[in-house]
């Protein structure tokens, strides 16, 4: 029995971001890191969900689609990757042929998917003490910041 509907390249990860939810709609929705994270992509934007995340169509030498999920998690989040997508042709990377050439190609993605996960989770960890708590958004802090505390509450 053949599955039709499943896609060669499968791509799920996942990684621990300390800092607000909130500050990775700036990092993960910036075209330009796209541009850099997957060169050889064209993506279309299916959804652009801000603090969530963003959801494309992939062209190229894939199609398919991908997605960065965005899941707020204790004080932090957990960076969702998935890209499900068909190579366009069958190129014969390696000597093993056909399945040893889509084995290289989910590998390869896999660690584009790692690069760019690690790199969020630099930019937005650069001012978090180790094992501190969670970078804050500084918006949403000061919104916070100027309601009155409540005296003599025990």
């Given amino acids: 029995m053949k599955l039709v509907s499943v896609t060669s390249i499968q791509v799920a990860d996942e990684t621990f971001v300390a800092a607000a939810p909130s500050l990775a709609a700036e990092v993960v929705g910036d075209r330009g890191n796209w541009r850099r ?3 050889d992509l064209r993506l279309g934007v299916t959804e652009q969900r801000g603090a969530q995340g963003v959801r ?3 062209d190229g030498p894939l199609t398919g ?3 960065i999920w965005c899941e707020p998690v204790l004080d932090g989040f957990i ?9 366009v042709t069958r190129r014969a990377t390696t000597s093993r042929g056909g399945a040893g050439a889509v084995a ?3 590998r390869r993605r896999r660690a584009a998917g790692k690069v760019m996960s690690f790199e969020v989770k630099a ?5 978090r003490v180790v094992g501190g ?5 500084p918006d949403a802090v000061s919104a916070t910041s100027s309601v009155p505390a409540t005296k003599g509450v025990r």
């Fill in 65 to 67: 689609s991908m997605e």
């Fill in 56 to 58: 494309w169509t992939v």
């Fill in 104 to 106: 290289d190609e989910n």
């Fill in 123 to 127: 930019r937005l960890e650069a001012e």
């Fill in 37 to 39: 994270w997957w060169p």
């Fill in 133 to 137: 708590p969670a970078v804050a958004d």
């Fill in 79 to 87: 960076l969702h990757y998935f890209l499900h997508a068909e190579p």
